[in-house]
């Protein structure tokens, strides 16, 4: 009987699952203590006191803004709001079935030889913070403006007074956010800023590593994001949802997926042993929204569902169960969710390009070979 992976190679792990790919001081996720921390700082401090601004400057420039310094970030952030039609111009030439994913995977790589830093060598550090808060600033412009497009509408400008959640909101619907609708956005773009060496952060990494640039990382991260088994778990979480259609389904829905195995959508995490602590405060401000615009069946719905896997299978739900019902309570396009995720997480990406820039070496894995060895060539005409 041949031996298993398994047995011939028991070093190999495979999806890398448990070994260390290098070190950083960005963030840390302690599973036993369901405990995600920015630079030291609990992401529950920061998504309850603080804002996405705040957040994105401590990743970028490795530690909290002072007032002085976070009205400067702001200013600097809506300066650099708006793109060039440059970018717009090949979103229009883009098939209007195009998915959004695409689309910005697109725009970033439109948008790059014009960044005004674009001939600095990749390891000037002073010009990647740059670049880092333009990537940062334009990121929710290209994704709400490629929606308008998509639709036959044309872009808008940025206000440059609006924060991050503010200018998408506002680009989406042409009027400003009520406080909530604000609230809930900039949680969830706080929440989903950073998570340590995932599939997405890793190809930015990479990408790096060979003394490429920050948007080069950037579109490896959303090439890898835009993968189901990375990026969407928000988009199949609310589709889910929407099948059980009201609290008075769930418990038999439920109790069909389990007998049957179907995949619950929206739960576990390979880092989290006790609950993804992200989802947490989401699910509170979700259910809070639902409560706020008189439609509560969503949360309903979700503690039903939280309530049995967690009997039953011992199973929590992770950030992008609550944030997909959270979304689609804000009116936001199914197709969106994990291009807001990109909004958010590029301010993480970024951070990584820089840390992997300053202390560089390039990620160049070790391979293990299984296949035939010592083959005698034969010619073309003899096989």
Request: hydrophobic share 40%; aromatic share 8%; with cysteine.
């Amino acid at each position: 009987m041949s031996a298993t992976i398994a047995e011939k190679y028991p070093n190999y792990s495979p999806g890398l699952e448990g070994v260390p790919a290098g070190i950083s001081g960005i963030s840390e996720i302690d599973s036993d203590r369901s405990s995600l921390q920015y630079r030291g700082y609990d992401v529950h401090d920061l998504v309850e006191k603080g804002s996405f601004e705040e957040t994105a400057f401590l990743l970028i420039h490795g530690h909290l803004p002072t007032t002085s310094e976070l009205s400067a970030f702001r200013e600097r952030l809506g300066a650099e709001r708006e793109v060039p039609e440059a970018v717009y111009t090949a979103l229009s030439a883009m098939p209007k079935e195009t998915h959004p994913m695409d689309m910005i995977r697109t725009a970033f790589s439109i948008l790059a030889p014009f960044d005004a830093d674009y001939a600095a060598p990749s390891t000037d550090h002073e010009a990647n913070l740059r670049k880092a808060e333009r990537i940062v600033a334009k990121a929710g412009t290209m994704v709400a403006n490629g929606h308008r497009i998509r639709k036959g509408l044309a872009p808008l400008k940025p206000n440059p007074k609006h924060n991050t959640a503010e200018n998408f909101l506002f680009l989406m619907d042409e009027k400003d956010p009520d406080p909530k609708t604000l609230q809930v956005m900039d949680a969830s773009l706080t929440l989903y800023a950073e998570h340590g060496f995932n599939a997405s952060t890793f190809a930015c990494r990479v990408t790096v590593s060979t003394l490429s640039d920050l948007y080069s990382g950037v579109v490896s991260g959303i090439g890898a994001l835009r993968g189901p088994l990375h990026g969407g778990a928000n988009e199949e979480a609310i589709r889910m949802i929407l099948e059980i259609g009201d609290s008075s389904n769930a418990q038999a829905w439920i109790d069909d997926a389990l007998a049957t195995k179907k995949k619950i959508m929206g739960f576990g995490h390979r880092e989290y042993k006790k609950g993804d602590s992200r989802a947490f405060y989401m699910s509170k401000v979700a259910k809070e929204l639902g409560i706020a615009k008189g439609n509560t069946k969503y949360g309903e719905i979700a503690d039903v569902l939280e309530k049995t896997m967690l009997e039953r299978k011992n199973i929590w739900p992770n950030v992008d169960f609550p944030t997909g019902y959270a979304y689609y309570l804000l009116g936001i396009p199914v197709d969106l969710y994990t291009p807001i995720f990109v909004v958010a997480r590029v301010s993480g990406w970024t951070s990584h390009a820089i840390e992997q820039l300053a202390n560089n070496r390039i990620l160049r894995p070790k391979q293990i070979y299984d296949g035939p060895a010592n083959l005698a060539y034969v010619p073309i005409a003899e096989r």
